[in-house]
């Protein structure tokens, strides 16, 4: 082969290479806006974040609020996935969304499979109980007594913080975690632990319940949205929600579903 027809060669070669370079770079950022939409997947059973009205059959909330913002400041359509929180790490992990939102709790687990955009609220677990009971179930040690019925949502890290710290009192996995503060109301359970932000809502939402000392919580967690493993996706998301927390959006949002 002549050195023309062998130059021609390497250069085709290095072509291919740079095409199959630039293709393998598209990030999942780029291929979003390509598509024209963001994939949320959500729960919709857990207020204030994420709720599907039985009426309208559409999600809102404060997450949801923040995704369709999300999805805007990306220029495309917010279409948000039904999932549960049993089903929340083989939907992510199958790729049914881009972006998990709705109350997700930041944790190792999660974060081998994804990654987590910076915190927007300090949360952790604390009991909620009938106000008539709440000086009954201060401490871990108090609730955990074969005699105290602990009520938990299936799936997530209430139900595995329950099932750590807790070896005698026993525990209801109650599917419905819409309806599962009304069983605390009619006696069927005696206290949850959940986020300490859902037992304020709740509390409110429920004149017999008491949020019990929801600024001392047992653990320390942070919520945050979980992302695919992209890093440019990552630092668009990052630097989109480090804005909405320094102008004001964020709190804006959080207002309306909190106050």
């Not at 994939?39 to 709720?51: A, E, M, Q, R």
């Not at 069983?183 to 959940?194: F, L, N, P, W």
């Amino acid at each position: 082969m002549g050195f023309r027809l062998r130059l021609l060669a390497v250069i085709a070669v290095a072509l291919i290479a740079l095409g199959s370079t630039a293709r393998a770079a598209e990030s999942r950022l780029d291929a979003i806006i390509a598509a024209g939409v963001l994939k949320i997947g959500t729960t919709g059973d857990y207020k204030p974040f994420s709720y599907q009205n039985p009426e309208t059959k559409q999600f809102e909330g404060l997450d949801i609020d923040m995704m369709t913002d999300l999805a805007k400041a990306l220029g495309v359509k917010a279409e948000f996935v039904k999932t549960a929180w049993p089903a929340m790490m083989a939907d992510f992990t199958a790729d049914k969304f881009d972006v998990a939102a709705g109350g997700v709790s930041i944790n190792l687990d999660r974060q081998k499979k994804g990654f987590f955009s910076i915190p927007y609220m300090v949360d952790g677990k604390t009991p909620i109980a009938r106000c008539a009971d709440k000086d009954k179930f201060q401490t871990l040690a108090e609730i955990d007594k074969p005699g105290v019925r602990v009520i938990e949502n299936p799936g997530g890290t209430n139900e595995r913080f329950a099932r750590e710290n807790l070896k005698q009192a026993p525990i209801e996995i109650y599917k419905d975690n819409v309806t599962i503060f009304d069983q605390i109301v009619a006696g069927k359970a005696d206290v949850m632990i959940t986020d300490a932000s859902e037992t304020m809502l709740q509390a409110k939402l429920h004149k017999e319940l008491c949020s019990i000392h929801p600024d001392h919580a047992f653990n320390y967690a942070e919520k945050g949205y979980w992302l695919q493993r992209d890093i440019a996706f990552k630092e668009f998301v990052d630097q989109w929600l480090h804005l909405a927390l320094k102008t004001g959006d964020y709190q804006r949002i959080a207002d309306k579903w909190f106050k």
